[in-house]
Structures are given as structure tokens and as C-alpha cells.
């Protein structure tokens, strides 16, 4: 097996301080989105238009700064993408029934059906990356990533 850059002279029973993590963390947060990116080469979507796809799937129609809120993204950087989306025919605006006024944003069936694809690229992607751990060790490294993750978002 190669060794990552950031692994050099890594033992698994090293003492692990908090850099030592942070730079793992980065490391694997990097080879994972390399991974996902090398899938995604052939389907046309930029970067980031992927987790569209899964929140808007995932969610429903959502108005563009509701949208902007669940990627972490500002709104204006949710309004491009979305109009970039729009023009490929992956997404469509449509009036809330509730409120005429609100504009939500909504998978057309070419964008369901991309979004179905995304979830087997992160499948497999994410099968290939968790391969050597059992069920037990992924559960607590999930449970391990959203302690850090929920401890360092504002």
C-alpha cells in the first residue's frame, strides 16, 4: 500500500496529538473528495453541484437560501449554482404554493436521476474507503467526525 504524503514515519500506535489529527483528518478529507471527484469526471457537474443534487433529493424543493443553509454555503454562491444547474436542466424554480412570492428550487427528472447516480458514486466511494474498517469501528469513527465536526462549527 503507498503511503499518503502525510503519513510519512506514521505508526498506528503513535501517540496521537491534536495536529497529528487534524492533519489525518485533512488528509482523508482530501483522498475522499479526490475519490468522489475522479467518478463524477464523465457527468458533467461542477464542483459542489453534486451535494445539490443530494439535499435537494434528500429534501424536497427548497427556497435558495434554506438550500444555502444545509450546503454551508452563502446565498449568493447557492443562487449561481443553482442558475448553472438550472441552464443544464438539472433543477427548475417553481412559486410556493403557500406563498406566491417564494420561489423554491426542485429536481427536474434528468436532476433525479443524476442525483440517483451521485449516491452510487458516493457508495462505492465510500465502500472503498471504509473497506478495512468493521461495522463498529465505522459507527464510532462516524459518531468521532460529527463530535468534532458539531465542536468546531460556530
Not at 9 to 38: I, N, T
Not at 78 to 90: H, I, P, S, V, Y
Not at 99 to 104: M, Y
Amino acid at each position: 500500500m503507498s503511503t499518503a504524503p502525510g503519513q510519512a514515519g506514521w505508526s498506528a500506535d503513535a501517540p496521537a496529538d491534536e495536529a497529528d489529527v487534524l492533519v489525518a483528518l485533512r488528509f482523508a478529507e482530501r483522498a475522499a473528495r479526490k475519490a468522489v471527484a475522479e467518478e463524477l469526471a464523465g457527468s458533467g457537474l461542477h464542483t459542489g453541484q453534486e451535494l445539490v443534487l443530494a439535499k435537494l433529493l434528500h429534501h424536497g424543493s427548497l427556497p435558495v437560501a434554506k438550500l444555502a443553509k444545509v450546503l454551508d454555503v452563502e446565498v449568493p454562491t447557492a443562487t449561481k449554482t443553482t442558475q448553472r444547474m438550472e441552464a443544464a436542466g438539472l433543477v427548475r424554480r417553481v412559486k410556493s404554493a403557500a406563498d406566491a412570492r417564494q420561489v423554491g428550487i426542485e429536481l427536474t427528472d434528468r436532476g433525479v436521476e443524476l442525483a440517483h447516480t451521485v449516491q452510487e458514486i458516493y457508495d462505492r466511494a465510500g465502500r472503498r474507503a471504509l473497506a478495512a474498517l468493521s461495522p463498529e469501528d465505522r459507527r464510532i469513527m462516524r459518531n468521532l467526525l460529527w463530535t468534532i465536526t458539531s465542536t468546531l462549527e460556530p
